[in-house]
């Protein structure tokens, strides 16, 4: 579990296919303190530790978790935000998140207002439905709060504010048209969303 708060930035220093793909990703964490087999989301992707050293942890990325991300994420040199599995008595500052991403959205536009920087972001429809004006959702694992949600033909397209101190915490701070990020809906939305079917 983790709260979409990134503590850290990453960068992909090698990449390794062994069947799933293996990957050294160099941090700033103190790696004495992370266990193996702990969690660490990855641009919104929960994997789990298995291997370490002074300033690098492995992952190993399933063929289903390359799959369900953003095209080109897991490309050596790529920067990552990081974010260390939320433990018992720690500040709950962004919203609940799991680690599974739920689609991939493609970012439409990015504005300048005043410091910050207004995104528009066009998504399919399997995540259309969980997406509410002043509600939460999670891009490549950044908390952040919908500003307003349009019904597209097949789609949505919904807008967010970056603030000037996200933009420097997390990769956002070269966010551009173009660019391909991983939605994670509420996970209220997600529980919600069954319940209605399941009553249809």
């Known amino acids: 579990m983790f709260t979409g708060i990134i503590t850290d930035i990453g960068r992909i220093e090698a990449a390794e296919a062994r069947g799933d793909l293996r990957l050294r990703i160099g941090c700033g964490y103190?790696?004495?303190?992370?266990?193996?087999g702990a969690s660490i989301a990855c641009s919104g992707v929960c994997l789990t530790v298995v291997d370490k050293g002074e300033?690098?942890?492995?992952?190993?990325?399933?063929?289903?978790?390359?799959?369900?991300?953003?095209?080109?994420?897991?490309?050596?040199?790529?920067?990552?935000n990081l974010e260390r599995a939320l433990r018992v008595g720690d500040e709950l500052g962004g919203h609940i998140v799991t680690g599974h991403v739920d689609?991939?959205?493609?970012?439409?536009?990015?504005?300048?207002?005043?410091?910050?920087?207004?995104?528009?972001?066009?998504?399919?429809?399997?995540?259309?439905?969980?997406l509410a004006a002043k509600g939460s959702v999670?891009?490549?694992?950044?908390?952040l709060t919908v500003n307003e949600v349009e019904n597209l033909s097949g789609g949505v397209r919904f807008g967010i504010n970056i603030i000037p101190h996200t933009a420097e915490q997390t990769t956002f701070d070269e966010i551009a048209p173009g660019r391909?990020?991983?939605i994670e809906i509420d996970i209220l939305a997600r529980y919600l969303g069954r319940m209605l079917e399941l009553r249809r």
């Open 103 to 130: 689609g991939i959205g493609e970012v439409e536009g990015v504005t300048e207002v005043g410091g910050s920087k207004r995104v528009a972001i066009v998504a399919g429809e399997e995540v259309a439905p969980y």
């Open 55 to 80: 300033n690098w942890f492995a992952v190993d990325v399933s063929t289903e978790s390359q799959s369900r991300t953003a095209p080109g994420m897991w490309e050596e040199g790529r920067r990552l």
């Open 180 to 182: 391909r990020l991983n």
């Open 30 to 36: 103190d790696m004495a303190s992370v266990d193996l």
């Open 138 to 143: 999670t891009l490549d694992g950044v908390s």
